[in-house]
């Protein structure tokens, strides 16, 4: 079974940037689809973005041009980049890989 830890949550201010990490154990990361969803109070879990293990990237309507996801296969890490951040990014943030979730970590977008 594949551990995926994320990292790289907090509080930051309307407009302003974070960059999420996803460390994932083993060694079928770099043969997998990895995504990132979330899930704010009182709302489904939703798609933000994924990376096929090409690269390839899709993105949510909602964060097209703002967040920008990558990976790492060397290192079995995947990151999401997140700038002019929103009130409404507001969310737990999921890393996603196959049928494995990580416990997620806390975005507060506020000012």
């Known amino acids: 079974q594949v551990q995926l830890v994320e990292s790289g949550g907090g509080l930051v201010q309307p407009g302003g940037s974070l960059r999420l990490s996803c460390a994932a154990s083993?060694?079928?990361?770099?043969?997998?689809?990895m995504g990132w969803y979330r899930q704010a109070p009182g709302k489904q879990r939703e798609f933000v973005a994924t990376?096929?293990?090409?690269?390839?990237?899709d993105y949510a309507d909602s964060v097209k041009g703002r967040f920008i996801i990558s990976r790492d296969n060397a290192k079995n890490t995947g990151y999401l980049q997140m700038d002019s951040l929103k009130p409404e990014d507001t969310a737990v943030y999921y890393c996603?890989?196959?049928?494995?979730w990580g416990p997620g970590t806390q975005v507060t977008v506020s000012s």
């Open positions: 083993g060694t079928v990361f770099r043969w997998n689809t």
């Open positions: 990376s096929s293990p090409g690269g390839r990237a």
């Open positions: 996603n890989l196959g049928i494995n």
